[in-house]
């Protein structure tokens, strides 16, 4: 059943630009090269009411249920300038809450904004050298390279400095994060999105096959799975995807849901995979066996499924000279601390309650992470 939770609250031809933000929602939240789970966000600005995703919602799922909130706008902005704090008055029926990147979204001044965790963007945005890069890739576009800042109320002062430099700018690479695209319309919006992916795109390389005889001993003696889907196990079987992994967290999406990787020798023995996979009090979901492959959690979440195929999107994209740039200690810290366990759950509950799907590891996916077009 379509979005019709605010109906009553705008007239009709408002609604019909609410309806367009839905369908353009939809559209970008079922492209895994763009979105990975409850990550990312749009909004739209009617009369002085900031609409935005709400947090731990799913954008795949925006004309099945309701996922849209108002925000005042005036309030979100003096929030930014003064107080340093997002003060959630308003809550729907349904105790949804604003998205962490309310105040992002509030500072800039187009109508239409949509915040997406692209894996082309990203895999530039880690790069020590991405800057350089990118002013070659999206020459002629108005753009900004924000550095890394902690979502929220830091994010959107960065945003706000950048708007300041330069006032047309509509294109926001953010360092170890992804990428922001505003116009005044949907269909403006939806454009640059695609323009922006064109250019950035990468063809991600192959990956060693896993070694199915290692991981099905291990899987039948465990209780752990090895997924049916290639691409994965380079995480274990390709040494530049290994050693990547092994730098520490490149986003923080990966800090979120996959926590710190646990990677165990191709010498283990199933019966020895009980401690290491039982310290603390949540299991890792998925580990890393090195030149065998990858091993799941069979308790893991689609949103972790999710997040880690955009891992491995991320890193098949990732050269394998390029020097890298990673989250901080203190960055991680932060993340975590500052709401980043209350998205995952908020996520896995969404997922959980049936708002969304889990992702197949199967073919049809493993073609549309291969395929280098928007929304084909």
């Not at 187009?110 to 350089?132: C, F, K, P, Q």
């Amino acid at each position: 059943m379509k979005n019709q939770a605010h109906s009553n609250l705008v007239p009709l031809r408002l609604e019909r630009e609410l309806a367009c933000l839905r369908e353009l929602s939809a559209r970008v939240g079922n492209d895994p090269l763009l979105v990975q789970a409850s990550n990312g966000n749009t909004s739209i600005k009617l009369e002085r009411i900031l609409w935005i995703k709400a947090s731990g919602k799913w954008l795949a799922r925006a004309n099945q249920e309701e996922i849209l909130i108002p925000v005042d706008l005036a309030e979100a902005r003096a929030a930014v300038e003064q107080t340093g704090k997002m003060v959630e008055r308003q809550v729907s029926r349904n105790r949804m809450r604003p998205s962490i990147e309310t105040a992002m979204h509030a500072v800039l001044p187009h109508r239409v904004v949509i915040h997406v965790h692209s894996i082309n963007t990203i895999a530039w945005a880690i790069r020590l050298d991405g800057l350089d890069e990118l002013r070659v890739r999206l020459r002629g576009l108005h753009w900004q390279w924000i550095p890394y800042s902690a979502s929220g109320i830091p994010l959107a002062r960065e945003i706000e400095m950048a708007v300041a430099r330069a006032k047309n700018a509509n294109v926001f690479i953010l360092a170890n994060h992804g990428l922001v695209v505003c116009e005044q319309d949907c269909t403006a919006a939806e454009e640059l999105l695609c323009e922006v992916e064109r250019r950035l795109v990468i063809p991600p390389r192959s990956f060693p096959m896993a070694d199915r005889v290692m991981l099905g001993n291990i899987a039948r003696l465990s209780g752990w799975q090895y997924p049916d889907f290639d691409p994965l196990h380079g995480l274990g079987t390709d040494k530049e995807a290994l050693k990547i992994l092994k730098g520490g967290v490149l986003y923080p999406c990966q800090a979120i849901f996959l926590g710190e990787m646990l990677v165990l020798p191709p010498t283990i023995f199933a019966s020895g995979l009980t401690a290491p996979l039982k310290r603390g009090e949540r299991p890792p979901p998925f580990v890393v066996v090195e030149r065998g492959g990858v091993m799941l959690n069979e308790n893991m979440t689609s949103a972790e499924r999710a997040n880690l195929i955009g891992l491995v999107g991320v890193i098949r994209r990732t050269k394998e000279s390029a020097r890298l740039r990673y989250l901080t200690r203190e960055e991680v810290d932060r993340v975590l601390n500052e709401g980043g366990r209350g998205y995952r759950d908020e996520a896995e509950t969404e997922s959980r309650g049936g708002s969304a799907t889990t992702p197949a590891f199967d073919e049809e996916r493993e073609a549309a992470f291969n395929r280098n077009t928007c929304f084909s």
